[in-house]
């Protein structure tokens, strides 16, 4: 049953109330931050809508001149809307983009997808006096946010502003829809504010249905679209072949799975007849490099740090180490090249799994642990391919290694290939829905 206007109404504004008396938390939260990654401290005034000059873009919802708003939150996101904004602006030569986010790593990730005329800010928060300057300010003439980027608030102040907003690659798990229900009050409008719903799978299309969304189409996953770096996929190789042991990669780490792999790889059996494989850890966020260094330390075992080396080449230090730390910012590719075989950071804790794609598209053969609802269709989709394998914790995970490595991986990097290439097309389909909402030159 549909909740009632003034139960809706009631919702939001007790959910704005919240948002306002935690604003100052909220900027002391971003300031702090900044200690350590500087970008969330350049300007400031763009959190709460404020911008410099009194006048906004004029113009930009001119027939002749649509903005088109990409909302990437954080680095997964900028990548992930990678593709899908060049395949709009392939469609649609001179496009201007307004990029927003609101991490440093989405910041710095999304100015690469920067051309002249686009702009780029920080999302202001969800509070409505900031976000109708935003959209005062730039008025686009659509929305696009990336994934699972409902907010309340700017949807609302979307809809009476007459800005068209779609939810592109949008997914949509089982438990979050179990939490998502327990604030229908508050999300149900939300999500019937926006114009379209491109989603990733059936499944994720039937939830978002259940939660108010409407129209939802079903247009595949953009991650599948996302080509890496050849320049780091060589960069990768080139690590590989100054080593003669094989790399088992921990891609994309989350708090507290560290601790159980280093307790797994170190009471496992030395495998044979193949040399006993090198570590390498690659740490999901930056501010952790020095606490995941630590660990390594705290168990014995010698660590090399990337940021290390030099001219970008493992030197001698680092090829007599057990451990090399990724600590490093926009290398994954690198590293899913320079490996034999990784384990997916993320599903070894109840998180539910980082993106698996990246990997395959990389030829990186994947063990995954049993928590996968992130990507549930494409972890289901990897292991029939045969570009993963599925264990129930870190001593599987170590032991799957060892057998995979010893069997030869050269099998599974194929189909790791063939799976990331066989469901590719994402964006041009999305990029289509999305510029309907354009006017046309």
Partial sequence: MADSPVKAWLARQAYTLVLRLGTPLYLWRVWSRGREEPDYRAHWPERLGFYRGSAGLEGSRHPHGGRVWVHAVSLGEARAAAPLIAALRAQRPGLRLLLTHTTATGREAGRALLQPGDAQSWLPCDT??????????????????????????????????????????????AKSLRQGQRFAALLRPA???????????????DRLRSMGADPVQVCGNLKFDMTPSPELLTLGRRWRGADARPLCLA???????????????????????????????????????????????????????RSSWPDHQPD??????????????GEMPAYYAAATVAWLGGSFAPLGGQN?????????????????????EAAELSLAAGASRRVADWPEAVHASQVWLAEGASSAQSAARAFARQHQGASKRMSVDILRFVYAP
């Fill in 316 to 329: 001698a230090v680092a090829l007599g180490a057990d451990v090399w730390l990724g600590d490093s910012m």
């Fill in 251 to 305: 891609a994309s780490t989350r708090e507290g799975e560290e601790a159980g792999l280093l307790e797994a790889w170190l009471a496992a059996p030395k495998a044979s007849p193949i040399p006993r494989p090198r570590l390498l850890i690659v740490p999901r966020h930056p501010q952790r490099f020095d606490e995941v260094a630590a660990l390594v330390a705290q168990r014995g075992l010698s660590l090399s740090r």
């Fill in 128 to 173: 409505p006096g900031a976000v109708r300057r935003f959209l005062r300010h730039f008025q686009p003439s659509v929305g696009v946010l990336m994934e699972t980027e409902v907010w309340p608030n700017l949807l609302h102040e979307a809809r009476l502003a007459q800005v068209p907003m779609v939810l592109a690659n949008a997914r949509l798990s």
């Fill in 356 to 376: 698996l794609i990246e990997a395959a598209a990389c030829g990186c053969p994947l063990i995954l642990g049993p928590s996968t609802y992130n990507f549930s």
């Fill in 191 to 205: 999500a019937q504010a926006l114009s379209l719903t491109l989603a990733q799978t059936q499944c994720d299309a």
